[in-house]
């Protein structure tokens, strides 16, 4: 198990990063997820991982939901029980409810499935489907 740090127990470093999650979502810092006290004790990776995942969650022609959506089926498919429940929570205040959280389960089960097809069977990819 991770050794949690508490924000008050941070680094300046850590601290950073954590005032600015919490004021893009208008929390108290003393309230900051579990993997960010887990990253607290590496201040050089916290930083790296919490910028790119600003840029990659920020606003751009993908939506705030098909963004979450994404990043819980990778979740799914990588089995991080932890990034799981956070990204489905972040998806439901994003909007997803029951019936569009049925449909994703069945798109990510084809999905995986297919997968394993082409896989298995060593299809070749189409010419088609090449990039010109």
Not at 46 to 52: K, L, S, T, Y
Not at 91 to 98: I, S, T, V
């Amino acid at each position: 198990m991770a050794k949690l740090i508490e924000y008050k127990d941070m680094n300046p470093r850590a601290k950073a990063v954590v005032d600015g999650i919490a004021r893009a979502r208008g929390a108290d810092p003393a309230d900051i997820n579990n993997v960010w006290k887990a990253l607290a004790r590496h201040p050089d990776i916290m930083e790296g991982f919490a910028a790119e995942l600003k840029a990659a969650m920020a606003p751009g022609k993908l939506d705030g939901l098909t963004k979450e959506l994404v990043y819980l089926a990778v979740s799914m498919a990588n089995q991080c029980e932890y990034c799981i429940t956070s990204h489905g929570y972040m998806a439901r205040k994003k909007g997803m409810d029951e019936e569009m959280f049925g449909e994703f389960i069945a798109v990510v089960l084809a999905a995986q499935k297919g997968n394993k097809i082409a896989t298995a069977y060593r299809v070749p990819v189409d010419a088609a489907f090449e990039e010109k």
